[in-house]
């Protein structure tokens, strides 16, 4: 592949679903833009822990729900992998991009029939918390494991709890993960127990860790949270929680120096395939 152009053969569309098309709708101005906002805040945390993995060199990897592909661009680029699959229900960010050892897969994770093969190291960062069930799909991913590969998992921890104080932070982000639940399926609640979801699965060695982002004025985070409430406005004001005022409130407070709140942690865990790597 020489980057100039991604191969017909290597971009592969079964199906129409799209995920959270009624909130984060891939064919809607700028979504692509807000993506990479979390991109920006969470990147280069998570390339650092999967080269302290030891991805590198003669690698072949997994990334589902691949977004934009800056993870799977990076793998390639920084820790020089052999090769990685990007996955996702809607490509169109990631065929934008293609360069040399990407392949562009269009499909469906929680699909029987999805099988790509197995891989020294699958990587999915928040996907697990918009699924019914993280169990059976932690279970899925450990299957794609290579012997001696390692599954690796993030998600997003919600620090804005009981004892948190009342700001208009505070009371946007509950607006918007009740919002998300009820619109979309997304549970944070669960989030915590992927360390003990990896452990029933069957790999070995597991650990975890959280990273979180400072809300800063005008930092990628906070911006990246003013797009994703004005997204999810509807199902956030439909929760009662805020009304299209307090929304409004809470994006001003974003940008402001008074807001001193705890952006999401992202919680990432992982665990290793028992076994003696057999070559990429």
Same mark, same amino acid.
């Given at each position: ?63 589902v729900g691949a977004g934009t592909g800056t993870v799977a661009r990076r793998l390639l680029d920084e820790a020089r992998v ?27 994770? $929680? ?56 700001? @208009? ?44 982002? @400072? ?12 797009? $994703? ?30 807001? $001193?709140?705890?952006s999401p942690g992202m919680l990432t865990a992982w665990g290793w395939k028992g076994g003696a790597p057999t070559g990429t």
């Amino acid at each position: 592949m020489t980057g100039a152009e991604l191969p017909s053969d290597n971009t592969h569309t079964p199906g129409e679903g799209r995920y959270g098309e009624q909130v984060f709708r891939p064919d809607e101005g700028g979504e692509g833009d807000r993506i990479d906002l979390g991109a920006l805040t969470y990147d280069a945390t998570t390339l650092a822990r999967l080269k302290l993995l030891g991805a590198g060199p003669g690698w072949n990897c997994l990334d589902v729900g691949a977004g934009t592909g800056t993870v799977a661009r990076r793998l390639l680029d920084e820790a020089r992998v052999e090769t990685v699959l990007a996955v996702d229900r809607d490509v169109r960010f990631l065929a934008a991009h293609p360069v040399p050892g990407l392949t562009v897969l269009q499909g469906d994770v $929680t699909s029987d029939d999805f099988a790509p093969g197995l891989f020294r190291l699958v990587h999915a960062r928040f996907v697990l918390m918009h699924l019914p069930s993280p169990q059976h799909m932690v279970a899925k991913l450990s299957g794609l494991v290579a012997p001696g590969g390692v599954l690796v998992v993030s998600d997003a921890v919600d620090l804005t709890t009981a004892s948190a104080p009342v700001t @208009p932070y505070t009371r946007a982000m509950r607006a918007m993960w009740e919002g998300l639940r009820v619109s979309i399926g997304t549970d944070v609640s669960r989030v915590p127990g992927h360390p003990e979801l990896l452990r029933e699965a069957g790999l070995e060695s597991v650990a975890a860790e959280i990273h979180v982002p @400072p809300l800063l004025p005008g930092s990628a985070i906070s911006r990246f949270w003013a797009e $994703t409430w004005e997204r999810a406005r509807v199902a956030m004001v439909g929760t009662g929680i805020v009304d299209d005022g307090q929304l409004d409130e809470a994006v001003r407070y974003l940008d402001s120096p008074r807001c $001193t709140g705890l952006s999401p942690g992202m919680l990432t865990a992982w665990g290793w395939k028992g076994g003696a790597p057999t070559g990429t």
